[in-house]
């Protein structure tokens, strides 16, 4: 083990002096071979946590990270700190992965970033066995809980690896999850010695607000001049980007739209005008945020009601991360919980119109029972099916979701960016053939002067991007060139892959409720039921805390009320007296137990509907009980 301190490495490669609170007693955790599970809100630091040790320990700490971005980032940032650093994902080759691998087995480097997905992968596995390593970080550790908002299946294997690497402490760190989740992923994980460490999810900083303004562009332009600073607007959907980003240029303000369909040149770009400030209010859809670290954020708006208040509390939470004054407001209609709802319906349909849809695919593809596919299938292949109208995309997404859980299938997002390139005939023929098409003469040239002869014996992955920029060439004709040689098979071009697809695990069957796991896809909607109801209740209720009502979400007990947020400042009060609707509900119940609709009919303070959503928050909460029809004070164990 290096035997310099935590804090000696926190100054030489950081240059802070001081750790944020509980950063140093989740290293020293940590350092002690604990298994450890972190809950730092956005912003908190959880980096460190990890780097710090793996720094420490001998060997290398592989890092499980969701995102291709987000860990290219990580292991930018730790390079520039003169820490050795790699990762290993699909936009690399095949040579320049093993490449890496070879170099980590050797010890030249102390991190390793990948995603879930590659512990599946045989010849990784192959490799493990090879390497030293010191530690294991989960990053996004939420994901492996199907409690949790962002449960994704792959990091279930994260468990198999856990085996294989029984005496390697492991550190799991998170942004948000609540106390199921966070037993959840305890449990999966295998953890011994456990300790759990948390920060509050309080953000002082932060003022959040809802508004119920019927006209919500007349309120957004008043917020964003009262507001001054860059920000963020995140939209449910792509169309919606632009809709706004056009609205808000036109009227002087700068804005661009961003979402997931966009390259990742044009992403990259928008990214670097934001943080540069030359573009002061990105509207987007949840494919911005992950990894990406502005400080002086001022404003977060939620032009719709997100599905959860995981997804919400992590997206406001990229405001004020300078712990300066900033706001955090959701737009709020009744029809966005119609919405939301119908979307997880859509989500996850009935078991026969899943096998209905399920046969459509299969039928498509041509497909017979008992039978696979044995290469991947692009998402494109579908647009004929779709054209036609026998399935909506949303059918369609639904159903490859739920064959994807049920094991059938493996959708693979991942994309390559690299397009591959072998010249089939021999110099002598190609300078003939060059001599007959002259204007393909200087492509040739360009590829052999960047790669080499090494292009007449193996296919060699290249970036038409790079050479496009590198020669100022007109990319589309480069291309055509490229398409025509092949055509004459001079050449042959394998195009980059730029979309996801579908690999079949299992043979067609006929599908019922035990083989496509039906009681897991039930658990999962009603816990997307269960989640988008706190959400609803966070929106819509109007005498409670805002920041309270968060905490409480993710378990902690005796939250106190924020004094900012627009509740506590009373834009919703029911009235002005001595004692609040809530207050007034409470005496009426302390008087003995009454029926629901009785209290419904004595309030004074407020109207019907006002007291229906106060009594259903103080049964929420614990304070008062529901028994069949009746309402009385809960007892205190």
């Known amino acids: 083990m290096n035997v310099r301190k935590p804090h000696q490495i926190l100054k030489q490669y950081w240059g802070y002096e001081n750790f944020r609170e509980p950063q140093y007693s989740i290293i020293e955790s940590v350092l002690n071979h604990h298994d450890t599970l972190a809950l730092l809100p956005t912003g908190g630091g959880k980096s460190i946590c990890f780097q710090i040790p793996g720094i420490i320990f001998e060997g290398v700490t592989l890092v499980i990270s969701p995102l291709i971005a987000l860990m290219q980032d990580q292991v930018e940032n730790l390079t520039k700190r003169n820490i050795s650093a790699t990762f290993i994902n699909s936009t690399l080759t095949h040579y320049e992965q093993r490449y890496r691998l070879e170099g980590v087995k050797k010890g030249f480097f102390k991190f390793l970033y990948l995603s879930p997905e590659r512990l599946q992968n045989d010849e990784f596995l192959g490799y493990l066995n090879e390497f030293h390593i010191g530690l294991l970080a989960i990053d996004e550790a939420h994901c492996i809980s199907q409690w949790g908002y962002n449960f994704r299946p792959d990091y279930l294997k994260i468990a198999d690896v856990r085996t294989l690497l029984e ?58 001049n009262k507001v001054q600073g860059t920000g ?100 709020y209609k009744p029809l966005d919980a119609q919405n939301q709802y119908q979307q997880i319906l859509n989500q996850f349909p009935d078991f026969d119109l899943f096998k209905k849809n399920a046969n459509l695919i299969y039928d498509y593809l041509k497909i017979p029972l008992l039978e696979k596919p044995f290469h991947s299938i692009p998402l494109s292949s579908f647009s004929n099916l779709l054209n036609t109208k026998i399935l909506s995309i949303v059918n369609l997404k639904s159903t490859l979701k739920i064959l994807e859980l049920a094991e059938f299938i493996k959708i693979d997002d991942s994309t390559d960016h690299y397009s591959k390139l072998k010249i089939l005939v021999s110099p002598d023929i190609l300078h003939e053939f060059l001599r007959k098409y002259p204007s393909c003469d200087p492509y040739i040239e360009i590829l052999l002067r960047e790669i080499g002869g090494e292009l007449f014996t193996n296919h060699f992955p290249f970036s038409i991007r790079d050479i496009v920029i590198k020669h100022s060439l007109n990319e589309k004709e480069f291309i055509q060139k490229l398409n025509f040689l092949h055509q004459y098979k001079i ?60 905490l409480e979400y993710f378990g902690e007990e005796n939250a106190q009320n924020c004094g900012k947020c627009d509740v506590c400042l009373g834009r919703h009060k029911v009235n002005s007296h001595s004692y609040t609707l809530e207050e007034e509900i409470l005496q009426i119940v302390q008087e003995g137990e009454i029926q629901y609709q009785k209290i419904i009919q004595k309030v004074k303070k407020g109207n019907p509907e006002e007291a229906k959503v106060v009594l259903r928050n103080l049964i929420d909460r614990n304070i008062l009980e529901l028994d069949k029809f009746n309402v009385k004070l809960k007892k205190k164990k």
């Not at 002087?252 to 002061?280: A, D």
């Not at 977060?300 to 997206?315: A, G, K, R, T």
């Not at 599908?511 to 999962?524: A, P, R, S, T, V």
């Not at 269960?530 to 805002?546: D, G, N, S, T």
């Open 167 to 224: 005496n390697v402490p492991c550190i799991a760190l998170t942004a948000s999850a609540t106390p199921q989740v966070q037993k959840d992923i305890c449990e999966k994980l295998h953890f011994k010695n456990s300790q759990i460490f948390k920060k509050s999810f309080y953000r002082q900083n932060i003022q959040y607000v809802v508004l119920y303004d019927e006209n919500q562009y007349d309120k957004l332009f008043e917020i964003l």
């Open 232 to 331: 963020l607007i995140y939209v449910r959907s792509r169309k919606k980007t632009f809709e706004i980003a056009d609205l808000l240029v036109k009227n002087g303000i700068s804005s661009e739209p961003y979402h997931g369909g966009l390259s990742s040149e044009i992403k990259n770009q928008i990214q670097k005008r934001w943080l540069n400030n030359e573009t002061r209010i990105i509207v987007c859809t949840n494919a911005f945020g992950m990894g990406i670290d502005k400080p002086d954020v001022r404003l977060v708006i939620h032009w719709e009601m997100p599905p959860d208040l995981e997804s919400y509390y992590q997206e406001a939470g990229r405001a004020g991360r300078d712990e300066k004054k900033s706001f955090a407001i959701l737009f």
């Open 491 to 550: 050449i042959e071009f394998i195009p980059a892959n730029q979309e996801s697809k579908i690999e079949f695990i299992k043979p067609r069957e006929n599908f019922h409720l035990e083989n496509c796991q039906w009681e897991k896809i039930i658990f999962l909607k009603e816990q997307a039921l269960f989640r988008l109801k706190f959400m609803i209740k966070y929106a819509e209720y109007k005498q409670v805390c805002r920041s309270k009502s968060i």
